[in-house]
């Protein structure tokens, strides 16, 4: 195995210059260089990266926080983020949080202690209070998830007027009894869907309904769970507003099993344009995020700040959304009936 000793003698330069080089420092000419990297390639010689990166104190390593991979949104924002990523030479790592508090504190430890330079939080349970000290240690960039602040950088959709334009198609479709479905823990997008959702409902004068049953919905289990208990306790709700693909696809599975019409009876809206909200029959009304797009700026970002020596300004990126209108709520050729 060739060694940065083999390098030196061939590009006749010294064991220093070759190691200037390498770890892309001045005061080495172009000729010189030229030599170098030539003498690298005839050789096979393949620098220790993990010396230089001992050396440089980075460790070419980015965490991503999300509560769970199987989340399909989740899994394709993760493939997004790490195909920018390697473009500017870093790796990712994925830290499930499962909505868990110390959980999430624990994996930023990973900026405190050196092992990561940088972190992009894809969800988040703390308050801020608690993830803010981490600034300290190394660059934090908000990716979906966000919240009213100008102390951290956050690339996002408006989530408050996508769940108000998505309420408002199921009002525009003739509902008149919706319910909203959340996932468990409450985060700032839920209670921005919330909100949005709210809105909606008060400016047509329309009822809210709460039921505990729908703040744990999360998977299709969930979701023919939700639709099992609209069933039982609450069989005038004649529109949801899930905000999961996952969640709608397990409301409209359990209705073909149980003899209740999409969208007559129930008009479904989820949320993400997941592959399974077109596949279902009928195929499911949906809000989609531009995740390639984000998933860029949030790299963009976050490598400019681990970059940078000097104090970067903390930004917001706002993209569009787009609600797609599909069969779960189309009632426009169909008779709609009464329960």
Aim: hydrophobic letters at 35%.
């Amino acid at each position: 195995m060739a060694t940065i000793e083999d390098v030196a003698k061939l590009a006749g330069s010294s064991r220093t210059t070759v190691s200037r080089v390498i770890n892309d420092q001045p005061y080495v000419t172009k000729d010189k260089k030229e030599k170098i990297m030539d003498a690298m390639r005839q050789l096979g010689y393949v620098p220790n990266s993990s010396a230089r990166r001992l050396r440089s104190q980075r460790t070419e390593t980015i965490a991503v926080l999300l509560p769970r991979i199987t989340n399909p949104f989740f899994g394709h924002l993760i493939e997004a983020i790490e195909e920018e990523a390697s473009k500017y030479g870093y790796q990712v790592i994925v830290c499930q949080t499962h909505d868990k508090k110390q959980k999430e504190l624990d994996y930023l430890q990973l900026l405190k202690t050196k092992q990561v330079d940088g972190v992009v939080m894809a969800s988040f349970t703390n308050d801020w209070m608690e993830i803010k000290p981490f600034l300290d240690s190394g660059p934090i960039v908000l990716c979906n998830e966000y919240m009213d602040t100008d102390q951290v950088s956050m690339v996002h959709i408006d989530h408050r007027q996508a769940a108000y334009d998505a309420t408002i198609h199921l009002i525009e479709q003739g509902c008149q009894h919706i319910a909203f479905t959340s996932g468990g823990q409450e985060t700032h997008i839920s209670r921005q869907r919330k909100s949005g959702f709210h809105q909606a409902l008060s400016e047509h004068n329309l009822p809210f309904y709460s039921d505990s049953k729908w703040t744990e919905a999360l998977d299709v289990k969930d979701g023919q769970k939700v639709l099992e208990h609209l069933k039982s306790v609450h069989p005038y709700i004649d529109g949801i507003f899930t905000g999961s693909d996952e969640v709608a696809a397990g409301i409209v599975y359990a209705a073909a099993q149980g003899n209740w019409r999409i969208p007559e009876d129930l008009a479904v809206v989820g949320f993400d344009n997941q592959m399974l909200s077109l596949l279902m029959v009928p195929s499911i009304t949906t809000i989609e995020q531009p995740v390639e797009d984000m998933a860029r700026k949030t790299i963009e970002v976050l490598v400019e700040k681990m970059q940078s020596k000097q104090p970067q300004r903390h930004t917001r990126f706002v993209y569009p959304y787009e609600l797609l209108k599909r069969n779960s709520t189309d009632r426009s050729s169909v008779t709609q009936s009464v329960h």
